[in-house]
Nanobody, 124 residues
C-alpha cells in the first residue's frame, strides 16, 4: 500500500549536479528510514546513501561521500538525494527505498518498499 516514486533524473555533463526526489504515498509511517541504491550498466545494485527519520543518522557509500547529500522533508513524506560533482561512473538507475524499522542500513533486505527508479546519465 506504500508507493515510492523517484524523479529528478536526467542527462548531465561531468561536474554537474542533479537533485533526485522520492515521494511516498499511500500508507505512511510516523518513523522510517530511507535509502538510495543504484544499478549501473553491467553492475549489481549497490548502496548509495541512507537517512533515519530524524535525520540524525546518515550513511554514504565511500564512492559518493563528500559529493552526494541525502535529506528528508517529513512533512511532505519526501526524501532527496543531491548529486554534485557527477562523473560518468555515477551513471545508473537510482532507486529509493523505505525501511519501516527506522534504522539506516546498507543492506537491500532491510528495506520494505522500493520505487521504480530514475535514470541518471553523466556524459564526459
Amino acid at each position: 500500500q506504500v508507493q515510492l516514486v523517484e524523479s529528478g533524473g536526467g542527462l548531465v555533463q561531468a561536474g554537474g549536479s542533479l537533485r533526485l526526489s522520492c515521494a511516498a504515498s499511500g500508507r505512511t509511517f510516523s518513523r522510517y528510514a530511507m535509502g538510495w541504491f543504484r544499478r549501473a550498466p553491467g553492475k549489481e545494485r549497490e548502496f548509495v546513501a541512507a537517512i533515519s527519520w530524524s535525520g540524525r543518522s546518515r550513511d554514504y557509500a565511500d564512492s559518493v561521500k563528500g559529493r552526494f547529500t541525502i535529506s528528508g522533508d517529513n512533512a511532505n513524506n519526501t526524501v532527496y538525494l543531491q548529486l554534485d560533482s557527477l562523473t560518468p561512473e555515477d551513471t545508473a538507475v537510482y532507486y529509493c527505498a523505505a525501511n519501516r524499522g527506522g534504522l539506516v542500513s546498507r543492506k537491500y533486505a532491510s528495506y520494505d518498499y522500493w520505487g521504480q527508479g530514475t535514470q541518471v546519465t553523466v556524459s564526459s
